[in-house]
Nanobody, 125 residues
Framework: VQLQASGGGLVQAGGSLRLSCAAS????????VAWFRQAPGKERNFVAA????????VYAESVKGRFTISRDNVKNTMYLQMNNLRPEDTAVYYC???????????????????WGQGTQVTVSS
């Protein structure tokens, strides 16, 4: 599967962006889908994940109430709606999918074998 992330950009604090991640090569409707981010000089960290249908999404504490992860199985695309952005949200955002993730590991990078190329989000103060 190939993943193409888009939607990043420069936004002022308090603004919003919606990231998209389009999958091709196979359907990801039954995969766990997730977003991670990596700020300059820091390690890549978990942001949000959507397990299988029927389960609630999982968010990092730092984005709860501001970010929303979703998926459109018809378009084979996942999204990350980011509201009330803060300068500390500045990072390269990566989408990831995998069909074999177990729920206890969905916040771990190691659980995902398929990654997008990343899209830059910059939030100015």
């Amino acid at each position: 599967v190939q993943l193409q992330a888009s939607g990043g950009g420069l936004v002022q604090a308090g603004g919003s962006l919606r990231l998209s991640c389009a999958a091709s090569g196979r359907t990801v409707s039954r995969d766990t889908v997730a977003w991670f981010r990596q700020a300059p000089g820091k390690e890549r960290n978990f942001v949000a994940a959507l397990f299988r249908t029927g389960y609630s999404p999982v968010y990092a504490e730092s984005v709860k109430g501001r970010f929303t992860i979703s998926r459109d199985n018809v378009k084979n695309t996942m999204y990350l709606q980011m509201n009330n952005l803060r300068p500390e949200d500045t990072a390269v955002y990566y989408c990831a999918v995998d069909s074999s993730v177990i729920r206890s590991t969905l916040t771990s990078q190691a659980a995902y074998r398929n990654w997008g190329q990343g899209t830059q989000v910059t939030v100015s103060s």
